[in-house]
């Protein structure tokens, strides 16, 4: 077995060759690329895919503002010219319409799903969404804790992602509720149904919970109350706390390391989100491999259910068992939903937990697919069971911002824990950590100061 | 008050609709002559009335039993029975649909008959409606009574005019549908569970509205059938109650029988424009409108506990939650009990079968049985069918009771693959670090028939290990079950004791 835990290895395999020349660096850096070409340099704000009048994902600008300091550590960018576009986003985000009206940004620190691109206003009449936000200010808070120089401009950032912060209302974000909703409409209010079961919002309840102004009521009972729909499973051998879409698995890692930190559930199953992920991966490799469903290309190198776009006009070559095809949709192993459309991005966004899995996986369909990675990005996804000789396999059109997003961090979180070691030395992190019951691991040690953390 | 009546479809009056209304509700009945007190009378003749009757008469009780409309209730009139019958002429004409997924030649001109199947339920309702029957209940020593109860007092009560004493009564009066308060619908008519069997044609577009049940297996048969179904459910996903996985893999077995899926989605008006039907759908904040030709609500059901005089004889209830009783299934009347519908939660017909016994012995027998020690499987009879008996693990979570669930993929099991028939799990949820089985949710075709195992795991006391001793026949789909106690038994070899085994082994 290779030697994944031993820094100078990971940094060789980060240079060698993945396939067809092409590095893990490489890699990174041209996902890394696509906040380059999808930004609008006068508010910093990104679009959500590479698509024509793609609106902008507030999520992605938190990838964005993530992704910044990793590309200044790798040469990529200049230090100067990462403030200067963390710093637009955040100073429109500070001055944004906060009425909460239809045609504003965001309401009570909270921010509407998707933005114009040039205004900065609601668009889609998309719901304020409390995760997005969250990982908008997860973003933040990244940026936050390595821009620490005592200039007039890391000062002001580092001013602007507090403000930013502090003035979530959390509480509100309950509408009265145990757990926090899923969205907000000015049009009707909260939509009836909150963030409940196993999924990728461990982040917003951890940043939820750390605020100093508004952290959500109940605290610790909150957070268990959204535990306790979670599901301990055995399945394909392997125990874990089950979610079928592989990002589940992996967003709320791209920002925090839960590598021997526990929460009251884990302490009881002694395991950690971290190996649990490990397993989601194991079982998502088990279940390519079983292919029940007999779509084309999977096996245990082959895999990716996540939520992702998809084909979603009536196929053909797929016609002979009806099978529907779901489009953008949140796919999942093993009961699906399954259409033959996976992933490439998501082996990538599985390294730091399952290296040798993740890197065979992502060596291997990039050698048989290489149509998946698009001018060196990968693609939302692909469907090899829609292929056609002309073009290979299907490939969804475009790049979207969600997954060069993650492809960075987890590459970076791989080869250098830069984000982990920023997000540990934050303190409402650590708060909400700790509010939410996880102990132990570097819960317990001192915090690094923030020129550690870097 | 009074129930909004829509407009009824009524069943064709022919030889079979008169055999069941003859066994049933004879139109030349005669109520008998009341004798001078009765040891058990029994309101209500449906599944927890008839079971109650028969098991009392049997045991030498003086049992009289009123209806105020027609023996067997709505199982055997409107409910399960009818319902099994359509899904089952509907699933064949799935199957003839998608027969090149089963090696076979689709027949070439597959036109959807829906009239015959209609009389075909119509007939296997006749037919089972014997069981059920006024004759065989008069034959056990029954004195039936056909018309509408009401207490006269603490012991008494009148119907069609006679007066019954009893020493002790049972409530079993039953549920009825809930009618959902949009406005225009009662002016557009819609059907539910108690109109919509006696359809004669197929309506060519349908909204269902409500994503329980009745709304997800009528959603399915309907849409099977030919008609353009649209279901609209307002939360995230069918069944509520039941587990996540189920609910989303019922939606995508949805999609692909070509259901319009609305979820999230509530009905807000109707109204009737050039003879189609228009609804209003909100949501969250998205408006559109949907034409369709009938609509079938399954909003839920509501108890009959409407002009009994309940106030009369002492017998609290609440027009929500039904009659009020305790685990021995007592009213606060102690002369008077309650069973079935009119006063559980959950509203099954083996439920109110069961807890009719359990009345019995109770009243007749000063029983201390309680309602709370039963295990109660249930099941919705989509494709695939979802079944569930025990505690959910959510349920598990919240009353701190660590759980552990042991998940097969229908996929993992021979009989299913070669069925067609790999959508679905079986999930047997057991207390960490034992083998005790705390409930089980089960998705697969034939997922009503799998859970009675776990049950019967759950009454006996018989955990995973036994469960993994004992041989399934091969290949069944019911190995599903096998094979999760198998992988129980995997988790219980540690590291210590496989290195204990690899010593044995190689010595």
Redesign the interface.
Known sequence: MEDHANPCRRQRMSREPLIGGQTLDELQHAAFGYFLQAVNPANGLIVDTSRDNSPVSIAVVGFALSSYPVAIERGWMDRADAVRRSLAALRFFRDSDQSGSPTATGYRGFYYHFLDRESGARVW?S?LSMVDTALLIAGALTAGRYFTADSVDETELRELVETLYLRIDWRWAQGGARTVRMGW?P??GF???GWE?FNEAIVMYVLALGSPTHPIEGGCECFDAW?????????Y?Y?FL?A?PLFVHQFSHAWIDFRGIRDRFMR?KRCDYFENSRRAIEVQREYAR?N?LGFAGYDENCWGLTACDGPSHPQPTLD?????LFGYAARGA????DDGTLAGWAALASLPFAPEIALSAARTMLERYPEMLPAQQYASSFNPSLASAEHGAWVSAGHFGLDQGIVVMMIENYRSELIWRLMRSCPYVRTGLRRAGFRGGWLAQRPASTDQAR | MKRPDAPCPTAPADAIEHERLENVRPAAWRNPQPANCYGLVIVGGGTAGLVAAHAAAALGARVALIERNLLGGDCLNVGCVPSKAILRTARLYAEMRDAGQYGARTPADVRVDFAAAMARMRGIRARISRADSVRRLSAAGVDVFFGQARFTGMDALSADGATLRFKKAMIATGSRPDTPSIPGLVEAGFLTNENVFDLTGLPRRLLVIGGGPLGCELAQAFCRFGAQVTIAQHWPLFLPREERDAAQLLADAFARDGIEVRLNTRAVAVRVEGGQKFVDLVSDDYHSTVAVDAILTGTGRVPNVDDLNLEGAGVDYDKADGIRVDDFLRTSNRRIYAAGDACLAHKFTHTADASARIVVRNALFHGRQRMSALTIPWCTYTDPAIAHVGLYVSEANRRNIPVKTFTIPMHEVDRAIADGEETGFVKIHVKERTDRILGATIVARHAGDMINEITLAMVAGIGLRTLARVIHAYPTQGEAIRKAADAYKRTRLTPTIRSLLRRWLQW
């Open positions: 009449r719901e409409k049009e009707c939509l009836h149904y079961g535990t306790a729909t979670y599901q301990w499973e055995n399945l051998g125990d089950y079928g009881e079983r029940p002979p068992a009806r099978r529907p093993p009961h699906g939903p």
